[in-house]
């Protein structure tokens, strides 16, 4: 991944509901007084996808036991290295970076 220096900076702010969106044609604002506040509908798929974001939530992002159960060859002198594997996954990777820059 390259990285820039092209990126705006965002500054935070905010925004009254009468300025929001202010000159975007089409776009829909509550008119003063009337009491109609903007409404945000997820799809099922949006809901889907947070129930998913919090159960994983709890997960941990590594697995220590194996960690500690790696460490522990390596250091009884057990723990073997299988090139050929290391080889190929090393290459799957290379051909999906470069299948990624294609598209």
């Known amino acids: 991944m390259k990285i820039d220096g092209?990126?705006?900076?965002?500054?935070?702010?905010?925004?009254s509901e009468g300025q929001a969106r202010a000159g975007k044609p089409g776009a829909s604002q509550p008119q003063p007084g009337s009491g109609s506040e903007p409404r945000v509908e997820l799809s099922p798929l949006g809901s889907q996808l947070a129930g998913i974001e919090a159960s994983l939530a709890g997960v941990p992002?590594?697995?220590?036991?194996?960690?500690?159960?790696?460490?522990?060859?390596?250091?009884d002198g057990h723990f073997k290295v299988n090139a050929d594997v290391i080889a190929d996954r090393l290459l799957e990777t290379v051909r999906e970076l470069i299948q990624s820059q294609k598209r």
């Open 61 to 75: 992002v590594v697995d220590a036991q194996r960690v500690e159960e790696i460490k522990q060859a390596i250091s």
């Open 6 to 15: 092209n990126l705006r900076s965002i500054q935070s702010g905010s925004v």
